[in-house]
């Protein structure tokens, strides 16, 4: 008995080396599987990005803000118009910081800063999601959700667009890390947490949209219990406020002032609050139906909720207590990105969706995503074990679907823009130019008409308002009266496409669209009840004739519209909330006119035209001065 008992401890040690070395070889595996998905993911988008890389009409609207606070004229459109033409405040700054700090042309700013913040977003997507599946200790980390997100098309095409939908999803991203990090830490320190809720109050500036998902964030931090804080919880929770609301706070009171609209003009432009359901279903299942959507979301749904299962994920108790107490916690973390991914879709299907493919509905996704961005496979499991085999068979199924997504085109109609409304805007825009990646603005100069606007401007010195012909071939150019000003009176190119235009003429000229998007008069006339989604708005070019104050009679004028429009147009813009609201884009930007638009930002929003010149003569209660003949 001795010697055997001699023997065993004498080979404790031995078996004690041995469980260590397979630890160790264990968490290496671990370690590399997560860090090798995370670099694989990142390494697919990117390529499939670039693949696809574009920028967007629309991302080019935002370069022109850009070029405009570069040449020291303020965030604004036009340099004689204050217009917040962009939907993303954050956005527009961190391009003008990029392009102010490598004074790279500015198209190769927003391409790189673009693709950067996408697979950033993905990256962060991993990371936050490997916490919540308690790391790679004993188990694999496998690439599942972020799979899907990356093999939709859309996904690829907005990576590199030059529009904000990176910079969203890398924000969502980084809060859904940071969150997870704040419910699972046994000790939250002041700091860590003010840098939270300073990131989750950036909300209102990343997109308005976001808000909710900012709010629920704030809102889930203040109630639950707070961290210990030597001037007490009341005090914190006044801090808490203060760093998420200051940054928001002061620009909104700055927007108000210096725009006169509590928001960005595109909300007026698309009427953000409408409400258009069946337009919306279908830009919905615009997405989902063509790539089968809905099978790999089942599918992770119900990994995500077998593998919470195992992880003991809990609900909260049914007291005031232990409901704060569940706030900070992995599941509550849960809970509240896959609520803020449905409300948005929600949001997104009242509103009509866009006329884009896909893009509006890329947070929504992405959020819903998350918590299932990396699957967990354990590395020691019994035989019996179904959760595990479950498991597997939902990552081999998303890896083929993923597959299969990647090589679909979800919409053939090339150039043809179908009943919908909804285009692939990337093919739309290569096909139309002949470029494989339109990138550069002159890129555009081969899409219909963009040659003829540059080489009409440069004809004619003197100035005019370029109306474009239905024969997408030329345009007609309506002249200033008589005697023209030294140096000529300048030029206003009146046309839908705003980034492609605004690239390609200096910043003297005026460019302004039918819809509103950087011309408020168009933005606040009356929606179309039939337009096309994002396009419902279609303002006269006889306002234009008048507001610019070019010649209004034939032979000058365009044959194909009305001198008496023209002059109806003329009286109607008279009408004194409509010079109101103009003048607070247009005058000088003194204290006093800050105060006034910061008093009636809210009424300037509610305001609407009739775009119908002598109807709007009729709303206004003005004299027509041609008014109709008795019957």
Known sequence: ???????????????????????????????????????????????????????????????????????????????????????????????????????????????????????????????????????????????????????????????????????????????????????????????????????????????????????????????????????????????????????????????????????????????????????????????????????????????????????????????????????????????????AGLLLTVYAVRVGGDFMHGRMLLTQLFLLLLPVAVVPIPLHFRRSDWSVLVLLVALLGTAGWSLYAASTTAITAGTKIRSSGIVDERIYYVLNTGKDHPILAEDYLDYPRMRAMVNDIAANPKGGLLLNSPSFTFWYLDPPPEPIPEGGSGHTVYFLNLGMTSMNVPLSVRVIDPMGLAYPLAAHSDRLADGRIGHDKALYPDWVVADSGMVGIHPWLPWYMDEDWVTQARTAMSCPATQALMVSTRDPMTFDRFKHNLRNAMTFAKYRIDRVPKYEIQRCGLVDPFPQPPR
């Open 1 to 339: 008995m001795l010697v055997a008992e001699q023997d065993s401890t004498e080979y404790e040690p031995l078996r004690d080396e041995e469980s260590a070395r397979r630890d160790l070889r264990t968490s290496v595996l671990s370690r590399a599987t997560f860090v090798g998905g995370v670099v694989l993911t990142a390494a697919l988008f990117t390529f499939g990005a670039w693949q696809r890389r574009w920028i967007a009409d629309d991302g080019l609207i935002v370069l022109r803000t850009v070029r405009n606070l570069l040449a020291g004229n303020g965030p604004v459109f036009n340099m004689d118009e204050r217009v917040e033409a962009n939907t993303s405040t954050a956005w527009t700054y961190l391009i003008w910081f990029f392009s102010w700090l490598t004074q790279a042309r500015l198209e190769y700013v927003v391409l790189g800063v673009s693709l950067v913040v996408s697979v950033l977003a993905v990256a962060f997507a991993m990371l936050g999601t490997a916490r919540l599946w308690g790391g790679t200790a004993g188990q694999l980390l496998i690439p599942a959700g972020v799979l899907v997100y990356i093999a939709l098309p859309p996904a690829r095409d907005y990576a590199t667009s030059g529009l904000e939908s990176g910079l969203v999803i890398c924000w969502v991203g980084l809060l859904w890390w940071m969150m997870i990090r704040w419910s699972q830490a046994a000790v939250v320190r002041v700091p860590s947490l003010l840098g939270l809720v300073f990131l989750a109050g950036l909300a209102p500036l990343v997109r308005p949209e976001a808000t909710l998902i900012g709010v629920l964030a704030l809102g889930m931090i203040f109630l639950a219990p707070m961290p210990a804080f030597r001037f007490g919880p009341i005090v914190l929770r006044a801090l808490i406020v203060f760093v998420a609301g200051v940054v928001p706070i002061c620009y909104q009171i700055w927007r108000m002032g210096y725009y006169g609209l509590p928001y960005p003009n595109t909300a007026v432009a698309k009427d953000a609050g409408g409400a258009k359901w069946s337009q919306g279903f279908t830009y919905l299942w615009d997405l989902v139906g063509p790539y089968y959507l809905w099978i790999p979301l089942v599918v992770l749904l119900i990994a995500g909720v077998i593998a919470g299962i195992s992880r003991g994920f809990a609900l909260p108790t049914l007291s005031v207590a232990g409901i704060r107490a569940w706030l900070r916690s992995p599941s509550a973390v849960v809970v509240m990105v896959l609520g």
